[in-house]
T-cell receptor, first 113, second 116 residues
Framework: GNSVTQMEGPVTLSEEAFLTINCTYT??????LFWYVQYPGEGLQLLLK?????DKGSNKGFEATYRKETTSFHLEKGSVQVSDSAVYFC????????????FGKGTKLTVNP | DAGVIQSPRHEVTEMGQEVTLRCKPI?????LFWYRQTMMRGLELLIY????????DSGMPEDRFSAKMPNASFSTLKIQPSEPRDSAVYFC??????????????FGPGTRLLVL
């Protein structure tokens, strides 16, 4: 079945540091890939997405590129801020018509001033 | 738009009691999802509906759990009887099948359930 593996957390960075959170997936065909973010006490919200190979999703300074050859969708940001502290989830939606999202376990990011 | 609305936000109950969680999806959305989030198991899809019809309930843990969607603007997730291991945050999410808007699921704020 479809699955998502993302790097274990927690990740602690200083403000303005570079961020990478690794995400790899297992799925047949060409799934759609997502990064969701969960701020403390809130529900998840979409951060960015990519629906085909080589697409780059971007939002709020975050980027991720859909790499079919390495089955990866790593999240990056060049300069993190304290307000980026949250839990980040990688997810995929497989081909075949199902609307089911499969999530990774989440990576908690803490950014210190 | 008000977003996905869930109630209650917090629920504390005793083992054996019935618990009902409620969700109002975003108006116009035709998909509704129920998730459970725990530290041990992460985020799990329990069930989802399309046009009020359950499509995939393979994630429902056992017969103690049931979900209904009597109309396009309301869904319930019921646990009867509740057990301490049901303690978790339960999220409702909705989405639309309109191709232009893609496949984004919009999550509610969640219901934090504690079963003593």
């Amino acid at each position: 079945g479809n699955s998502v593996t993302q790097m274990e957390g927690p990740v602690t960075l200083s403000e303005e540091a570079f961020l990478t959170i690794n995400c790899t997936y297992t799925a047949t065909g060409y799934p759609s890939l997502f990064w969701y973010v969960q701020y403390p006490g809130e529900g998840l919200q979409l951060l960015l997405k990519a629906t085909k190979a080589d697409d780059k999703g971007s939002n709020k300074g975050f980027e991720a590129t859909y790499r079919k050859e390495t089955t990866s969708f790593h999240l990056e940001k060049g300069s993190v801020q304290v307000s980026d502290s949250a839990v980040y989830f990688c997810a995929l939606k497989g081909q075949g018509g199902s609307e089911k999202l499969v999530f990774g376990k989440g990576t908690k990011l803490t950014v210190n001033p | 738009d008000a977003g996905v609305i869930q109630s209650p936000r917090h629920e504390v109950t005793e083992m054996g009691q019935e618990v009902t969680l409620r969700c109002k999806p975003i108006s116009g959305h035709d998909y509704l999802f129920w998730y459970r989030q725990t530290m041990m198991r992460g985020l799990e899809l329990l069930i989802y509906f399309n046009n009020n019809v359950p499509i995939d309930d393979s994630g429902m843990p056992e017969d103690r759990f049931s979900a209904k969607m009597p109309n396009a603007s309301f869904s319930t997730l019921k646990i009867q009887p509740s057990e301490p291991r049901d303690s978790a945050v339960y999220f409702c999410a909705s989405s639309t099948s309109t191709r232009r808007l893609g496949e984004t699921q919009y999550f509610g704020p969640g219901t934090r359930l504690l079963v003593l």
